[in-house]
């Protein structure tokens, strides 16, 4: 089982990137995709994640309206398109994959939650 992120870079305040995560295999055997992040400095914690059998999706509250997290299940890939950036969005960001549902509160952010996980894409806020 192989996730392969994607997309990262610099980008100005304001601006925007599309991360993707591309499963190897077919994303219906997963139960959930979920991204974090890990800024230098600071524990790694969850940004988003989305529940691949209905859809249902969960943000963290600092990205919510800025950040959409979405999925194309004929392209074993999930999307992050993050707007509005910030220089505290920069990081490493990462896609894992749950073997249960991700969505709901108390599994949001834990990252033992999640039983396979790509490299990381860097993504940098800067002007």
């Known amino acids: 089982v192989q996730l392969q992120a994607s997309g990262g870079g610099l980008v100005q305040p304001g601006g925007s990137l599309r991360l993707s995560c591309v499963t190897s295999?077919?994303?219906?055997?997963?139960?959930?995709i979920g991204w974090f992040r890990e800024a230098p400095g600071k524990e790694r914690e969850a940004v988003s994640c989305?529940?691949?059998?209905?859809?249902?999706?969960r943000y963290l509250d600092s990205v919510k309206g800025r950040f959409t997290i979405s999925k194309d299940n004929a392209k074993n890939t999930v999307y992050l398109q993050m707007n509005s950036l910030k220089p505290e969005d920069t990081a490493v960001y990462y896609c894992?994959?749950?073997?249960?549902?991700?969505?709901?509160?108390?599994?949001?952010?834990?990252?033992?939650?999640?039983?396979?996980w790509g490299h990381g894409t860097l993504v940098t806020v800067s002007s």
């Open positions: 295999g077919s994303i219906s055997g997963y139960y959930g």
């Open positions: 989305i529940s691949i059998s209905d859809s249902s999706t």
């Open positions: 894992a994959a749950s073997l249960g549902d991700p969505v709901p509160e108390q599994y949001f952010n834990v990252a033992e939650y999640y039983t396979y």
